[in-house]
């Protein structure tokens, strides 16, 4: 799986920001995409998640109610849409995606294809 991410940029404090990453290299319908983003100095973190087949969706505490991930089958794409941004939502995001299995969500080594990231800063 090829994932490009793109739709990164400076925003002020409130404002919004859409993520997008392109996906291809092979079907997707057993896939599970998700958002994670790195702060300096920070690990990586789990921001959102999305079911390719279901759409079923999951969501970090920091960002839950503020944050919506999509997909688009017929585009082969996963969109972050960031509402009410923070000066704490600054970070590199990376768009991520791994089989569906057992294998936790949230954690950054369960995915196997990573997008190359895109900057996301916001000033307050």
């Known amino acids: 799986v090829q994932l490009q991410a793109s739709g990164g940029g400076l925003v002020q404090a409130g404002g919004s920001l859409r993520l997008s990453c392109a996906a291809s290299?092979?079907?997707?319908?057993?896939?599970?995409m998700a958002w994670f983003r790195q702060a300096p100095g920070k690990e990586r973190e789990f921001v959102a998640g999305?079911?390719?087949?279901?759409?079923?969706?999951y969501y970090a505490d920091s960002v839950k109610g503020r944050f919506t991930i999509s997909r688009d089958k017929a585009k082969n794409t996963v969109y972050l849409q960031m509402d009410s941004l923070k000066s704490e939502d600054t970070a590199v995001y990376y768009c991520?995606?791994?089989?569906?299995?057992?294998?936790?969500?949230?954690?950054?080594?369960?995915?196997?294809?990573w997008g190359q990231g895109t900057q996301v800063t916001v000033s307050s």
């Open positions: 290299g092979r079907t997707f319908s057993s896939h599970y």
């Open positions: 999305i079911s390719w087949n279901s759409g079923w969706t």
């Open positions: 991520a995606a791994k089989m569906l299995t057992t294998a936790a969500v949230t954690t950054a080594s369960n995915y196997d294809s």
